[in-house]
């Protein structure tokens, strides 16, 4: 579906944020026959809604707004479990969402990239490396820029969640997955739904599809696509090996020039040469302009963000680990030095089972904070080289964390689960985290 069907229909935005005003704003020159804005929170009245091209409904209305219009378009933080959609579905009502109708427009110019984990880091790494070679490019999505108040551009590279992948019903020209592992349950239902909705974008017939060929699950997950492109495994084309990229073998430039840390970073890195390569840049001929753009690639904030101490201990922000296996990709960027890792948060009720297998022979210390704390420590009990502790808040946790890590160590702010509840958001969290080290010196 796409903007242009919208012409005399009548459509419901279902959502009063960023991505509902984008809607509204990208829908009303189409000319439906009517357009409405639908907050179905208990607070839809505190909303600042005075946009003139769509009257707002909620409260006992918000439902039938939704039901009597030919189209929803609902905003990507609509859970796919909210009772709402499955009484839309038995009525038959369209349900799709700003981005779907986007990349019905624009997907033949667009590289878009999804992944459990990685997607932030790999997105901007193709952007930054096409912008080196003379692609320039529009860079959006997930980030917070709604697709539909994207700029007019000739090249789109775009970071995309589940939840925009989800509506999907065209693929982007070139279609990228970092990872797959279980995430956002809550909202999408399930495990195999969310894989479902992550991978709706590989399944509209893209041009060109690059995985990470060293997620076994992953690829266990695509099988039935055809033609995906690996990277980042032994076996791929672009690799790193004896601390070179590499393609086909030959060498492209240091590993070192990538300031990231972790193997995960390295299989990020092989993973947007790859799309470089797949799009007709000639990498063996630009690898000078590709390994001086790595080396200036800096990291995104909260993602194994280091805080030097004159303690001699390395403080480290990974507040955006929401996961058990984010967490695991953390600890792997420093297992050579002591470590101490802070762990909890909202308990969404995740499984942490696949950490404990994780640390099963690693020698760490594990401080617990609530919510999941408590839980996360109760799966460690067991491993006789895993000490653990437990706090009151992170406050605490980085008091009992400078007692227990040496000079030289490293303390690792990777929760493993997300931040709301206790913060306002993952910003609110780095933000404490930050204050207790200054205040604990």
């Known amino acids: 579906m ?21 809607a509204v704003t990208a829908i009303a020159p189409h000319e439906p026959s009517r357009l409405i804005a639908v907050n179905d929170s208990p607070n839809f009245l505190s909303v600042p809604w005075s946009d003139d091209l769509a009257p707002l409904a909620g409260g006992e209305h918000a439902f039938a707004a939704l039901a009597s219009a030919d189209v929803v378009v609902r905003s990507p933080g609509i859970p796919s479990t909210h009772p709402y959609m499955t009484s839309l579905r038995e009525r038959g009502v369209p349900v799709t969402g700003g981005s779907a109708l986007w990349m019905a427009d624009h997907a033949a110019k667009t590289v878009g990239v999804t992944g459990s984990k990685g997607k932030s880091t790999t997105s901007s790494l193709v952007s930054h490396l096409l912008a080196a070679v003379g692609r320039p490019n529009a860079y959006g999505g997930n980030i917070g820029v709604p697709l539909l108040d994207l700029p007019a551009a000739d090249l789109y590279v775009l970071e995309l969640s589940s939840y925009q992948c989800a509506d999907l019903t065209d693929s982007p020209r070139v279609a990228v997955v970092t990872s797959l592992f279980p995430e956002h349950l809550d909202a999408h239902g399930g495990e ?4 479902r909705d992550k991978l709706n974008l590989i399944r509209h017939s893209p041009e060109l599809i690059v995985v990470n060929g060293a997620d076994e699950r992953l690829l266990g997950e695509i099988g039935d696509v055809p033609g995906p492109v690996s990277a980042g495994a032994p076996d791929s084309r672009f690799r790193v090996e004896s601390g070179m990229l590499v393609r086909d073998g030959e060498e492209l430039f240091p590993r070192e020039m990538l300031q990231l840390k972790g193997r995960h970073n390295e299989r990020n890195l092989c993973v947007a040469l790859a799309v470089l390569d797949g799009m007709g840049v000639d990498v063996v001929a630009e690898r000078s302009a590709l390994g001086a753009a790595t080396r200036a690639f800096q990291a995104l904030p909260h993602r194994l963000t280091e805080i030097e101490d004159p303690s001699g201990v390395t403080f480290v922000d990974d507040t955006l680990s929401t996961s058990p296996y984010a967490t695991m990709h953390a600890i792997d960027a420093y297992d050579s030095r002591p470590l101490t890792v802070l762990v909890g948060g909202t308990d969404r009720g995740l499984d942490y089972s696949p950490l404990r297998d994780f640390l099963a022979e690693r020698e760490l210390t594990v401080i617990g904070m609530p919510d999941s704390g408590p839980r996360i420590l109760a799966e460690l009990a067991e491993l006789p080289k895993v000490r653990t502790e437990s706090a009151t808040d992170l406050a605490d946790a980085v008091r009992l964390a400078r007692i227990v890590t040496p000079p030289g160590g490293v303390v690792l702010l990777s929760p493993g689960a997300p931040s709301y509840g206790r913060f306002r958001n993952f910003e609110h969290r780095s933000e404490a985290f930050t204050q207790a080290i200054r205040e604990t010196r």
């Open 2 to 22: 796409r903007l242009a069907d919208l012409r005399g229909r009548s459509v419901a935005v279902w959502g009063t944020g960023r991505e509902g005003r984008a």
């Open 192 to 195: 195999r739904e969310y894989y």
